[in-house]
């Protein structure tokens, strides 16, 4: 199963990296913004996400 919304953890699965590098990425530019925050946790939509990857790949 393939879910549509990602978290920081499922992130850190997804790219088998820390919470911190996650954290670090996002100050960098190297992934974009949350998609949607709720309560304290944010929330990446996976088609946006790697949408952004493809089209910042040279960053």
């Not at 953890?9 to 949607?36: H, M, N, Q």
Request: proline share 3%; hydrophobic share 30%.
């Amino acid at each position: 199963m393939t879910l549509e919304n990602l978290n920081v953890s499922l992130l850190c699965e997804e790219f088998s990296v820390s919470r911190t590098t996650i954290y670090r990425w996002r100050t960098a530019g190297k992934i974009p913004e949350p998609d949607f925050v709720i309560g304290d946790k944010a929330y990446w939509n996976r088609s946006n996400l790697y949408t952004y990857l493809q089209n910042n790949q040279s960053h």
